[in-house]
């Protein structure tokens, strides 16, 4: 069974109901919401999920800031592109001619990056001109 979650049309309170159901009355101003009209935020699988839901939307906005501000924050990482390019320009600054795409994905292998995934990037490096093919299959950053 899934479950709707909405805003109340008259007072904007944070409302559920069964996704089969026609309308939903406000425990809050009393106004019936019609489901066909009602501004529909998410759809749930669960009632606890949807309850819980609803309870942090009730949460006033400041008070949810503070909550959130007090959740240990994981270290900030730099991003992908930016190791990935430190690790091609130290690569390249050694080799005159050249590195070459199954050197660099060798040096990558720690990342974790499918086939696809690796070629999207270093293609994506070539194209935003942070690396250039020197030769044929050789690369340099830039």
Known sequence: MRWIIF???????PLYAKE?????????????????????????????EAVGIIKQMKIPSDKRKEII????????????IDEIMSIIKEMSEKSEKGITRSEI?????????????FNEILDFLVENGHIYEKNIGYFKSI
């Open 105 to 117: 994905k060798e040096r990558l292998i720690d990342f974790g990056l499918s086939e696809v995934k």
């Open 7 to 13: 805003r109340c049309i008259k007072c904007g309170a």
């Open 20 to 48: 089969s159901q026609k309308s939903k009355k406000c425990s809050i101003c009393n106004k019936t919401t019609s489901l066909k009209i009602a501004y529909k935020i998410q759809y749930v699988d669960d009632i606890r």
């Open 69 to 80: 501000e007090q959740i240990p924050r994981p270290k900030e990482k730099r991003p992908l």
